[in-house]
């Protein structure tokens, strides 16, 4: 076990680690991502554009780019999202590799049927490997969603037309959901198709109002999403019975005020099926200790028996003061993971390799940290999504702010191979 929780706390090692505070402005010097192309996805003048992690991107015929986003009007607040109402669901499409976008509202997606909708079961079998299927994950908890039951949208045409919303049958009551007593729903989209009519998604629930009570799970249809079959845990909810089947988070010194991996939030995963078959996903990871600030960082947790079973892989990297920032999960053209994640304590966007399926990464490098905002007391930033296009670039989407361009969406385009 000492192994395990040394492991988990030492896999970054943090070299030339060099900060300074000018003008309300924290620096950090990690190595920059070399010949990096910065790119303006959706930026308008007195609107807000966000959360690209809460809506899902999509590759489709490998230079055709897909992402979702939250739009609303931008309004100047202190310490808080500079966020408006009314919120909706946007998309922005490249068809050449992220270089040029078009962002839109679609029709009969989200939020086009109340925060609540009705939801229907497909009436044929879906066919998750229609070569431009897509998908959009819905739940509770996040800027423009509000159902707690989850839904979920598909489109056979890359994000052209959608059909649903769809449930998940009776999930919010299922044994294991109520067995911890959490009553929402709150995912976001995080799916791998295993087959023509199997598909795993990756979700998490939590008490319900309850902020950072999230736990993550896996979930199964074998028949086009007609039914649902509860497979496991990725990280459970916390009982004082089962810390046995836990290790602890070496967050401190002292041994004795660290949590054990069950007391600490699991949201918003991004999953990968390598070749092998092994399960990797990487999560965001919160604790909110009795004194003192919040720990935010990223985790990977991997599963060998088709996401029954799970477990602790390596920290990915920290992602600094408030309430952190989820990760990205890609694949480099020569086989290497490439984690993306928002780090909001020196408002820079970075990415870490690994070569052994996620078990250790390398040092994060930073894909930019030009972050500037109005009043500069919340470092509002992140929540990437990131694909690799044909020619083996990466392209990495997140929301960003910036003198030139406030809170809008991003890409940062580079080669791996540098």
């Known amino acids: 076990m000492k192994n395990k929780q040394t492991l988990y706390f030492w896999l970054i090692a943090i070299s030339s680690l060099t900060i300074s505070c000018t003008n309300n402005k924290k620096t950090i010097s990690y190595e920059h991502v070399k010949d990096a192309e910065q790119v303006i996805v959706y930026a308008q003048e007195n609107r807000f554009a966000a959360w690209p992690a809460n809506n899902g991107a999509w590759l489709i015929d490998g230079n055709e780019i897909l992402v979702g986003f939250t739009e609303a009007p931008y309004v100047l607040k202190k310490n808080e999202h500079n966020i408006g109402n009314p919120m909706s669901s946007w998309l922005a499409r490249s068809l050449d590799g992220g270089e040029t976008w ?18 229907k079961m497909p ?20 800027h423009g969603a509000s159902d707690p ?22 999930l919010i009551h299922h044994p294991e959901i ?9 995912p976001r989209t995080d799916y791998v ?15 319900k109002g309850k902020f950072g009570t999230d736990r993550l799970f896996c979930l199964k249809t074998v028949d086009g999403g007609k039914t649902f079959e509860f497979m496991g845990w990725i990280v459970k909810p916390f009982k004082n019975d089962e810390i046995k089947e836990t290790i602890k988070v070496p967050l401190y010194k002292d041994d004795d005020k660290n949590p054990y991996a069950t007391q600490c939030r699991a949201v918003m995963s991004q999953t990968f099926e390598l070749q092998n078959g092994k399960l990797l996903s990487v999560m965001r990871r919160k604790y909110v200790p009795k004194e003192g600030k919040p720990k935010n960082w990223v985790d990977a947790y991997a599963s060998t028996d088709g996401g029954k079973t799970w477990t602790f892989q390596s920290k990915v990297g920290d992602a600094g003061d408030g309430n952190g920032n989820p990760p990205a999960l ?11 994640f928002g780090e909001r304590e020196y408002g820079t966007i ?5 070569s052994d399926e996620g078990k250790t990464w390398g040092e994060p490098m930073i894909l930019i940290d030009d972050f500037w905002s109005e009043d500069m007391e919340y470092v509002d930033l992140g929540y990437p999504r990131v694909v690799t296009r044909s020619d083996g670039k990466m392209v990495a989407i997140f929301y960003y702010s910036t003198k030139e361009h406030l809170h809008h969406i991003h890409a940062t385009i580079w080669n791996p191979d540098l």
């Open 123 to 142: 009436e044929e079998p879906i066919d998750f490997k229609e070569p431009h299927f897509v998908m959009r994950i819905v739940g509770t908890a996040y």
């Open 350 to 354: 970075q990415m870490a390799y690994s």
């Open 102 to 119: 078009e962002a839109f509202d679609p029709e009969n997606y989200v939020g086009d049927f109340g925060s609540q909708p009705d939801l």
């Open 178 to 186: 109520e067995k911890y007593g959490l009553g929402e729903i709150t």
């Open 149 to 170: 039951r989850g839904h979920f949208f598909y489109s056979y045409n890359g994000g052209i037309s959608w059909k649903g919303p769809f449930s998940f049958g009776d």
């Open 193 to 207: 198709v295993t087959g023509n009519n199997e598909c795993l998604f990756f979700l998490s629930a939590r008490e």
């Open 330 to 340: 890609g694949i480099t053209s020569d086989g290497r993971l490439c984690a993306v």
